[in-house]
């Protein structure tokens, strides 16, 4: 209700439509605090052109650049973060 912070099930439902490969960009993010694209890329074994790709285009709206790390935009990290349903599913 215009209170400017996005709705966790909101960022949720756009994340589930990435492929999976972008969603471990997100998630490297997530667990790493900022990385560059290289360094992304080798740990994913992903190429660095299509991670660089990635967070240009359809994950722009979910990291932003500084001085040639990304990180992740705080509005994403809660839709990210383990929810505690998905550890009882798992335990």
């Given at each position: 209700m215009?209170?400017?912070f996005a709705d966790p099930g909101e960022e949720q439902a756009?994340?589930?439509k990435l492929p999976k490969g972008q969603l471990q960009i997100l998630q490297f993010l997530y667990d790493n605090?900022?990385?560059r694209t290289k360094d992304i890329a080798r740990a994913l074994d992903?190429?660095?052109?299509k991670v660089n790709s990635a967070l240009l285009g359809?994950?722009?709206g979910f990291v932003s650049v500084m001085h040639s790390f990304w990180r992740?935009?705080?509005e994403i990290r809660?839709?990210?973060a383990p929810s505690e349903l998905?550890?009882?599913a798992e335990g």
């Open positions: 215009g209170s400017g756009k994340l589930a605090g900022q990385a992903q190429e660095a052109t359809p994950l722009a992740l935009n705080d809660p839709a990210l998905d550890d009882v």
